[in-house]
């Protein structure tokens, strides 16, 4: 039993890195469009025509907003309602809290699936962008898919947090919204 | 089926999903899959990873990062005491005194962050204790503050609009530039209501300042200058036709950056936060946004926008009665929702009704995100009425009753844009027909 314990503990602690990991990946990808958008003002400031710089701030920001996912669901970010939440008594609300955690997670489930099979058809076809760039498509759409499934990785351990302690862990709207540093 | 029970049918199955507590962005997936599943053949999956992908991977929507980035930078320097400093000189001797540096506070800041919670916290900090160490009423200060702190969601560049901009396939610059006028109307109304107090009544009269000196008025000015300069740098490229949103949006991200390095306030632990902050609240939208874009398309296989939009043109309504309708059903959104997920939440429905009654889509964005910003405001239950309340430790009560005369002075603006639809469309046909 202790080792069983001893390794969920090893597993939950590398999920939580994983996802701040992520984060970091999505903090580059905010980094690389701003990078990628000064090029292309400087570029046709001068007057040169480089390819594929509109297109690359696109994929960086779908890269960005699916690797934070996880990251932002910890911490809290994502909104929802729950004014019937919290009126509930404490009971009904685990039920409730597990009930909406799992649908998500579900839905979740199925978005990073069917989003990884896009990907396989796009590779599997050869898709290649309309755009200047001229890429084969899987590969910005490689990072999105795999920023879903992290997030579906991550709505599934929640839920098994939840399940085992019986208590939210992610940081509530209500901590959040009265820092200093939070923004809604 | 019929459409009317359709949209009652899909409204319940929506309620129920968001009242369970699902995370908005998928409960939206939820209500699309079981409208693709009941009313077509088609593969849902399929039809769900395309659309997402094509709607989180835009060009136009890479300004989002980088505005709300320019904020967090920007709130994390000593820019609310630059602008306190700066304002005071300049307006502490109008009836109404220091008041008017609560409004235009959050002016000027809602124009550089784009997030309401953000203005009025920022702001707040700072001209909440200022105000009552110097005896002004906490009602008044309370009431001007959650008012003007909507303000960010209006006067551009508003992350709010660029999101209605990318749903509705309208041009974001327009956009932006039909938002500034009401933005300042409203502030306008929030200042005539300062000095009428001031003006009209005892205590108002005995609150006056002692007036500045010239001195005093040039080193204010030097405080304000570097974010009058961020600001009209940012948005005058944009109305110019310079920038595009997000060419200009790099611009206040380096501007920032400049601003932040030059007060000292820029350390490796802030520009880390500054950018996780980014990352949360991009990766909040990314998921609202699929989500949409999803219900969206769904919607569009069923055929209930455009059956609605047929049922409404029958009865022959006015694009008035329209709208008064919306802003009805929008208010009470407001009271569960904020205005983004309120507009990702209904825009698959709302947008052929309003195009079908030849409303300019330009003009709807103002409209909605001004119901949005009064949504917030909106007692007793708003988004900003609790932000307040958690600030200056003032029941609910207490804050509803003070931000009860900025919510009708908002109705009031609501009133006059749809009286007056060219307070927001004047800006936007002049700059193009310009350029």
């Not at chain 1, 809290?76 to 997670?105: K, Y």
């Not at chain 2, 009317?4 to 409960?27: D, P, R």
């Not at chain 2, 001031?198 to 500045?212: K, L």
């Amino acid at each position: 039993m202790t080792a069983v314990r001893c390794w969920a503990a090893i597993a939950d602690r590398t999920l939580v890195r994983l996802y701040a990991l992520c984060g970091a990946i999505a903090a580059g990808a905010i980094v690389l469009i701003a990078v990628l958008v000064a090029t292309s003002i400087i570029a046709r400031s001068l007057g040169v025509f480089v390819g594929g710089l509109t297109e690359g701030a696109g994929y960086a920001m779908a890269a960005a907003g699916t690797f934070g996912l996880a990251y932002a669901f910890g911490a809290g970010a994502h909104i929802r309602v729950d004014m019937v939440l919290t009126a509930l008594p404490s009971n009904a609300r685990r039920i409730f809290e597990f009930v909406a955690l799992a649908v998500t997670a579900l839905t979740a489930v199925c978005l990073a699936w069917f989003m990884a099979r896009m990907v396989v058809i796009s590779w599997q076809f050869g898709d290649l962008s309309d755009g200047s760039d001229g890429l084969p498509l899987w590969l910005p759409q490689f990072p999105a898919a795999l920023g879903f499934s992290i997030f579906a990785i991550a709505l599934i351990h929640h839920l098994i947090r939840f399940w085992i302690t019986g208590k939210v862990s992610w940081q509530t709207s209500e901590r959040n919204l009265l820092g200093d540093d939070e923004r809604k | 089926m019929d459409p009317g029970t359709m949209a009652i049918l899909f409204a319940v199955v929506l309620v129920v999903c968001l009242a369970a507590g699902i995370w908005i962005g998928t409960a939206l997936i939820v209500v699309g899959a079981f409208a693709m599943a009941l009313f077509t053949s088609r593969p849902i999956g399929a039809a769900m990873a395309t659309t997402v992908w094509s709607h989180i991977s835009l060009w136009g929507l890479a300004s989002l990062p980088l505005f709300i980035w320019m904020g967090e930078i920007l709130c994390r320097t000593r820019l609310s005491e630059n602008l306190f400093n700066g304002l005071s000189p300049l307006l502490r001797r109008l009836p109404g005194g220091l008041l008017h540096v609560n409004v235009a506070g959050c002016t000027a800041f809602s124009a550089i962050s784009g997030s309401s919670a953000a203005t009025l916290l920022t702001v707040g900090k700072i001209t909440m204790p200022e105000l009552k160490r110097r005896g002004y009423p906490d009602a008044m200060i309370v009431g001007t503050l959650a008012g003007a702190g909507t303000l960010g969601l209006l006067i551009p560049p508003s992350i709010t609009m660029i999101i209605y901009g990318i749903m509705v396939e309208e041009s974001i610059a327009r956009l932006f530039m039909a938002g500034l006028l009401p933005g300042l109307m409203l502030a306008g109304l929030f200042v005539v209501y300062n000095v009428g107090w001031g003006v009209f009544t005892e205590q108002g009269r005995s609150m006056r300042e002692q007036p500045s000196t010239l001195r005093e008025k040039v080193l204010g000015l030097k405080e304000l200058l570097p974010v009058v300069a961020l600001i009209v740098g940012v948005i005058g490229s944009i109305y110019s036709g310079i920038a595009a949103p997000t060419e200009a949006a790099v611009l206040g991200v380096g501007g920032a950056l400049i601003l932040a390095g030059l007060q000292g306030s820029l350390t490796s632990k802030t520009l880390t936060e500054s950018l996780m902050g980014t990352v949360k609240t991009t990766s909040m939208i990314t998921l609202l946004l699929a989500g949409s874009a999803f219900l969206t398309l769904a919607m569009g296989f069923t055929g209930l926008p455009r059956a609605l939009a047929e049922w409404i043109g029958a009865m022959n309504l006015s694009a008035t009665t329209l709208i008064i309708a919306l802003m009805v059903m929008y208010m009470i959104l407001g009271c569960f929702l904020d205005g983004i997920s309120m507009i990702v939440l209904t825009i698959a429905v709302v947008e052929p009704l309003v195009r079908g009654v030849g409303i300019d889509m330009i003009w709807f964005g103002v409209f909605v995100v001004l119901v949005g910003e009064m949504a917030l405001i909106t007692p007793p239950i708003g988004f900003n009425l609790f932000l307040v309340q958690g600030m200056s430790g003032r029941d609910i009560t207490f804050i509803s009753r003070a931000a009860a005369p900025m919510f009708a002075l908002m109705l009031v603006g609501v009133v006059l844009i749809i009286a007056f639809p060219q307070i927001a469309l004047w800006l936007p046909d002049v700059m193009t027909a310009r350029n």
